[in-house]
């Protein structure tokens, strides 16, 4: 089984200055892992996934994210934020090779402001 | 538009009514994932069918049932609803083994049980 802990339930932050919200993540498999973004009265959008390969995978809207698998960490960044990224951010977690249930964590809402 | 569609958006009722919730996937998408969103809960895998069959159960509680039909359509039905019911319900769809790119989902139903 798998299971998400996004260390911070909230992240205020002003206009222009960059943000990192923390992901980790436990398994006894190797995982696909995903960002997710919900917008205040909307469904949830791919920002960003990890497969394979290289660790530092970009995203939609200027999101970066970094796998670190010692760490078991999923870290997601951008360097300079604006008003309208102000959402809530989820990190998930798929098993590899079994089922194909994505497993989150709380979330994390960030607030940017000016 | 993320192709997924769910109806209806907002729906109220009382407790011990029954209610059912509609999803139409993306056009190819054969699976349909179920995810129930509470501020207690966060987001909580239900149910997964792939072209009509059950696949993968998650915390669904008895009172709850679902199906895919042939059009590939879904609906979740909660039955004897308690105010605890209360929450978002998301629908999400993927294309035969493509679930591991993240799945599309809805816009959600959001259920209001007074």
């Known amino acids: 089984a798998q299971s998400v802990t996004q260390l911070d339930s909230q992240v205020p932050v002003f206009e222009e200055a960059p943000v990192e919200l923390r992901c980790n993540y436990s398994s006894s498999v190797s995982v696909y892992l995903f960002w997710y973004v919900q917008y205040p009265n909307q469904g949830l959008q791919l920002l960003l996934k990890?497969?394979?390969?290289?660790?530092l995978v970009k995203g939609i809207n200027g999101f970066e994210a970094e796998f670190n698998k010692s760490q078991t960490s999923f870290h997601l960044r951008k360097p300079s934020v604006h008003i309208s990224d102000t959402a809530e951010y989820f990190c998930a977690v798929m098993g590899q090779g079994g089922s194909e249930k994505l497993v989150f964590g709380k979330g994390t809402k960030l607030t940017v402001n000016p | 538009d993320s192709g997924v569609t769910q109806t209806p958006k907002h729906l109220i009722t009382a407790t011990g009514q029954r209610v059912t919730l509609r999803c139409s996937p993306r056009s190819g998408d054969l699976s349909v994932y179920w995810y129930q969103q509470s501020l207690d809960q966060g987001l909580q895998f239900l149910i997964q069918y792939y072209n009509g069959e059950e696949r993968a159960k998650g915390n669904i509680l008895e009172r709850f049932s679902a199906q895919q039909f042939p059009d590939l359509h879904s609906e979740l039905n909660l039955s004897s609803l308690e105010l605890g019911d209360s929450a978002l319900y998301f629908c999400a769809s993927s294309a035969p083994g493509t679930a591991f790119y993240g799945y599309t989902f809805g816009s959600g139903t959001r259920l209001t049980v007074v």
């Open positions: 990890y497969l394979s390969g290289s660790t």
